[in-house]
């Protein structure tokens, strides 16, 4: 069963840099074809993609957001982080980060985590 | 501005199809497959057609969907109280080089 769970901070001050922590189970990012990506969205609106890596830590970004965003693995402890910097209050949101398995499922992300919510207040 | 556009609204009564349509162009939907997602009130979202037509183990098939040019649609056959919910299809778009949402439709069950 695979499952995935975002952790980090509920509340940044605007500047700051956010680092969200996604820690799965029941897959493994050495395994060929799998990703984790990250998505998130702001009260009442709509879905946005972030980033996503790959088990060959081949990396993408959402390109209106890429000089903002740092994403990087960890197998062995079965995390994936997300680094967003000069956070400021458009980027309150609940971030998502959510599994893909391009050989099987395309480019859909499948499993999901429950969200961590961000607000970005001074 | 998400370059994949849904109406806002959608609804039937119980029993009733619903058609939902997501407007986007050759550089996405044209030219990849869409994806649809179900977000319930309060939940994270959930996959509900995958490569354009394919549902997921559990998603009942009810739940259709199909491509036409650079359009999709996803299609809810005898709707019933549970499917009151977020709907979003996504893509990958080949100009943006990024994975893109649509702007949602709610759906609800009069």
């Known amino acids: 069963q695979i499952t995935l769970k975002e952790s980090g901070p509920t509340l940044v001050k605007p500047t700051q840099t956010l680092t969200l922590t996604c820690t799965f189970s029941?897959?493994?990012?050495?395994?060929?074809?799998?990703?984790v990506g990250w998505i998130r969205q702001p009260p009442g609106k709509a879905l946005e993609w972030l980033a996503v890596?790959?088990?060959?830590?081949?990396?993408r970004y959402n390109p209106s957001l890429k000089t903002r965003l740092s994403i990087t693995k960890d197998t062995s402890k079965k995390q994936v982080v997300l680094t967003m910097t000069n956070m400021d209050p458009v980027d309150t949101a609940t971030y998502y980060c959510?599994?893909?398995?391009?050989?099987?499922?395309?480019?859909?992300?499948?499993?999901w985590g429950h969200g961590t919510m961000v607000t970005v207040s001074s | 501005q998400s370059v994949l556009t849904q109406p806002p609204s959608a609804s039937g009564t119980p029993g009733q199809r619903v058609t939902i349509s997501c407007s986007g162009s050759?550089?996405?939907?044209?030219?990849?497959?869409v994806n649809w997602y179900q977000q319930l009130p309060g939940t994270a979202p959930k996959l509900l057609i995958y490569?354009?037509?394919q549902r997921p183990s559990g998603v009942p098939d009810r739940f259709s969907a199909s491509t036409s040019g650079a359009s999709a649609s996803l299609a809810i056959g005898g709707l019933q109280s549970e499917d009151e919910a977020d709907y979003y299809c996504?893509?990958?778009?080949?100009?943006?080089?990024?994975?893109?949402f649509g702007t949602g439709t709610k759906v609800t069950v009069l």
């Open positions: 959510a599994h893909r398995d391009i050989v099987v499922l395309g480019d859909a992300f499948d499993i």
């Open positions: 029941g897959f493994s990012l050495r395994t060929s074809a799998v990703g």
């Open positions: 890596i790959y088990w060959n830590d081949d990396k």
């Open positions: 050759s550089s996405n939907i044209g030219n990849n497959a």
């Open positions: 490569k354009s037509n």
């Open positions: 996504a893509a990958w778009d080949d100009s943006l080089s990024g994975y893109v």
